[in-house]
Nanobody, 118 residues
Framework: VQLVESGGGLVQAGGSLKLTCTGS????????MGWFRQAPGKEREFVAG???????????DAAESVRGRFTIFRDIDKNAVLLQMNSLKVEDTAVYFC?????????WGQGTQVTVSS
């Protein structure tokens, strides 16, 4: 079972990126999935999540910082969760991780670097 993130990179402030996390080895259609981020020297922070099936979405600890700029959504057919990030700021620079939880199962991806330059 594996989660693989993609879509990170270097972007100028004000730009956009779309992160994709694709699962393999099992279906995640009944899992809660979400995005976390960790900036250098800081603790990992919960950005946004979805309930199983993508029926509901919610922001996490980073809500005040990302509200109105970041949108999370699921692609059940592709076994994926995505994070659309607009109006990026320098302070959004971090490694972004996806996570899938279902009962006793808890999976993390390896992370993708997002760097926002001024």
């Amino acid at each position: 079972v594996q989660l693989v993130e993609s879509g990170g990179g270097l972007v100028q402030a004000g730009g956009s990126l779309k992160l994709t996390c694709t699962g393999s080895g099992r279906t995640f259609s009944h899992s809660r999935m979400g995005w976390f981020r960790q900036a250098p020297g800081k603790e990992r922070e919960f950005v946004a999540g979805t309930t199983w099936g993508g029926g509901s979405t919610y922001l996490g600890d980073a809500a005040e910082s990302v509200r109105g700029r970041f949108t999370i959504f699921r692609d059940i057919d592709k076994n994926a969760v995505l994070l659309q990030m607009n109006s990026l700021k320098v302070e959004d620079t971090a490694v972004y991780f996806c996570r899938a939880e279902e009962g006793e199962y808890d999976y993390w991806g390896q992370g993708t670097q997002v760097t926002v330059s001024s």
